[in-house]
């Protein structure tokens, strides 16, 4: 019976070992879970710091373009051409996607859209040397509008 003994023996260490295993699991997990929280309030904070630290910038150098400050000129001019390149991108992929651009807001809208669903402003006027043909709606284009209206 000795073996027998000797395996309820090791049944036995076993389940205090697997009990205090647990015991400190939940120790660590809820370290872990205040750990996490802790890392998204930094998370958030730096957030904060860099947005603000954005705005200043922005403000500052919209005064610096004012005042054509030549120390500002080179990173005025990268601001400029990068405005210049998104504009030119976007209307890239505008063709691409087929959507249309709002003349008044730059919010895209779905190629068949007749009036933008940012500002309301008609897009009739737009495309008017195609050849009178409208396109379907098709079910992808409604989605794209309702999706890109939830993110506004
Ligand atoms: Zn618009």
């Given at each position: 019976m000795s073996f027998l003994d000797d395996l309820g023996q090791k049944i036995g260490d076993f389940g205090e070992y697997a009990g205090a295993f647990c015991r400190s699991a939940a120790v660590k997990t809820e370290d872990q879970i205040s750990a996490a929280k802790l890392r998204s309030a930094i998370r958030t904070q730096e957030r904060i710091l860099s947005g603000t630290y954005e705005n200043i910038g922005r403000r500052y150098c919209e005064q610096k373009a004012e005042e054509n400050d030549p120390a500002f000129s080179e990173d005025l001019e990268k601001i400029r051409s990068a405005k210049e390149e998104i504009r030119r991108l976007g209307e890239e992929l505008s063709a691409l996607v087929r959507t249309k651009r709002c003349p008044n807001c730059g919010h895209e809208n779905a190629?068949?859209?007749?009036?933008?669903?940012?500002?309301?402003?008609?897009?009739?006027?737009?495309?008017?040397?195609?050849?009178?043909h409208t396109p379907e709606n098709t079910a992808e284009e409604s989605d794209f509008v309702q999706d890109d209206e939830q993110d506004t």
């Amino acid at each position: 019976m000795s073996f027998l003994d000797d395996l309820g023996q090791k049944i036995g260490d076993f389940g205090e070992y697997a009990g205090a295993f647990c015991r400190s699991a939940a120790v660590k997990t809820e370290d872990q879970i205040s750990a996490a929280k802790l890392r998204s309030a930094i998370r958030t904070q730096e957030r904060i710091l860099s947005g603000t630290y954005e705005n200043i910038g922005r403000r500052y150098c919209e005064q610096k373009a004012e005042e054509n400050d030549p120390a500002f000129s080179e990173d005025l001019e990268k601001i400029r051409s990068a405005k210049e390149e998104i504009r030119r991108l976007g209307e890239e992929l505008s063709a691409l996607v087929r959507t249309k651009r709002c003349p008044n807001c730059g919010h895209e809208n779905a190629a068949s859209a007749k009036f933008c669903s940012s500002c309301g402003c008609s897009l009739q006027d737009t495309e008017k040397s195609g050849n009178g043909h409208t396109p379907e709606n098709t079910a992808e284009e409604s989605d794209f509008v309702q999706d890109d209206e939830q993110d506004t």
